[in-house]
């Protein structure tokens, strides 16, 4: 494969940010220029340095004035639940019941599954999303689907089928058994293969009888390496029928607890209501807790307080996604804008060099995958997401007033959507037109 140089303002995080003038969090280059072959970052740095590294073989590509950032990453999202976005006027429960459990029973069949990872994956591009934890329906062929594709992209995808045996219709729920052995066999099938990861993911407690848990559990025990992904304490009609459900587990963490689901690979979706001592088992077992901003509101399950979860004294690890379906955009960017007023009205802010940092090198390592991607250093996949600020005349008019990379960042998440982003790189492969 070619050598390509992509010449761009540069922006990767070394570090959480403290604040908005936390210089030393990021690495800013303004003639910069990322060096990349074989879907590898070879050298990112000034573009006068590379250029004369890259050689005169070296496609350029020229993307200034843009900038250059990480693809983002979403920690938490449900591929079937694309034609759900936008269910008017119910909670989580019966949200679940009248729209998604519907909208999931049609993919039993693999060709509506196909269609939908298709315009799923071409819906991350050109959000400029390039890697996702992503929840697939109950049907082995639903993961089957969203893998394959994933795998034609070479995107590092992180998904799993849902497990879930009780509570809902019965064209989609599976038995204790079937789903250790339909997990087993997509787990041998793709976990490891490309950029691909499996998740184990029984869907949360209320459609998890005790005997699926324990298949959970045996899964967890047989694939310590491999993620788990569950809901936790997202609505208040949800944490009373789970604890109505496990009698004998003193709160909702309780249950997964009991199941051996804790521990450094178990992202948790929500966590909106947790008390001290589940939040202190999260922390204690090095999980994740996973704001989804949009779909908290949405649903109206309530206000996830980041940043006391992050300076408590036994801070969360914590992830931001779309939770696409329940969320209502697929764009990290307004995900973090609606996040950013969730803490508001909390009465803190989060600073926007924070904000990018959680949705690239944040979230890489959340999911413990900040070995491969969330910055641009050398040895890291090429994921990309090349943003223009001024892509449309609101925003232009105000990057007139924005004097710092601060002010830039700012005004990109609060005004900024899939028409911000003017490119995505998948393992440097341009991929905003699709494939
Ligand atoms: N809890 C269990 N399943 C779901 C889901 O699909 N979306 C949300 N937001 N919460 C859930
Ligand atoms: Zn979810």
């Known amino acids: 494969m070619a050598k390509i140089l992509i010449r761009a303002r540069l922006l990767t995080f070394l570090r959480e940010p403290q604040a908005a003038h936390d210089h030393s969090s990021y690495r800013y280059e ?23 590294k890259a050689g005169p073989d070296a496609k350029t590509i020229d993307h200034r004035p843009h900038l250059l950032l990480p693809g983002f990453i979403d920690a938490h999202a449900h591929f079937p639940q694309m034609q759900v976005i936008a269910s008017y006027g119910a909670e989580l429960l019966d949200w679940l019941n ?15 599954a196909r269609r939908i990872a298709r315009a799923f994956l071409d819906e991350m591009a ?42 809902a219709p019965s064209a989609l729920t599976d038995t204790a058994q079937s789903s250790y052995d339909d997990t087993k066999a997509l787990i041998a099938k793709w976990h490891g293969r490309g950029r691909l990861h499996y998740a184990i993911t029984p869907r949360f407690a209320i459609t998890s009888s005790p005997e699926q848990m324990e298949m959970a559990k045996a899964l967890v025990a047989e694939h310590p390496d491999l993620h788990m992904q569950t809901h936790l304490s997202e609505n208040h009609a949800e944490i009373a029928f789970s604890c109505e ?45 996973v704001f989804c901003p949009t779909s908290n509101l949405f649903l109206g399950s309530g206000l996830f307080d980041y940043l006391r979860y992050r300076r408590r004294e036994k801070p969360l690890r ?22 950013y007023k969730v803490i508001a009205l909390q009465g803190e802010k989060l600073n926007p060099l924070a904000s990018f940092w959680q949705i690239t090198r944040g979230n890489a390592e959340a999911l413990s995958l900040a070995r491969r991607i969330g910055t641009l250093e050398p040895g890291k996949d ?5 943003l223009n600020s001024s892509a449309t005349p609101a925003m232009r008019l105000r990057m007139e007033r924005a004097k ?16 911000a982003v003017v490119e995505t790189y998948v393992a440097g492969n341009a991929m905003k037109g699709g494939v």
């Open 404 to 419: 710092t990379l601060a002010e830039e960042l700012f005004l990109l998440q609060t005004l900024g959507d899939d028409r």
């Open 30 to 52: 303004e003639d910069g220029a990322v060096l990349v072959e074989e879907g590898i970052i070879r050298a990112a740095g000034s573009h006068s340095d590379l250029a004369a």
């Open 382 to 386: 090429a994921d990309l997401v090349v």
């Open 318 to 339: 914590i992830a931001a996604a779309t939770d696409t379906g329940g969320g209502t955009n697929y764009s990290m960017l307004r995900t973090m804008d609606e996040g």
């Open 98 to 112: 009248n729209y998604t459990f519907p909208a999931e029973s049609a993919f039993e069949d693999e060709a509506h």
């Open 245 to 289: 459900l496990y009698p004998d587990c003193a709160d909702y963490t309780a249950i997964y607890e009991k199941y051996g689901l804790l521990g450094p690979k178990s992202l948790f979706g929500h966590c909106i209501h947790l008390s001290e001592r589940e939040a202190d088992a999260l922390s204690d077992s090095g999980s994740v807790a």
């Open 126 to 167: 050109r959000h400029g999303t390039t890697t996702s934890a992503v929840y697939c329906s109950v049907h082995p062929q639903s993961a089957d689907a969203l893998f394959s594709e994933a795998e034609e992209r070479g995107m590092c995808i992180i998904a799993g089928k849902v497990m879930m045996d009780r509570n």
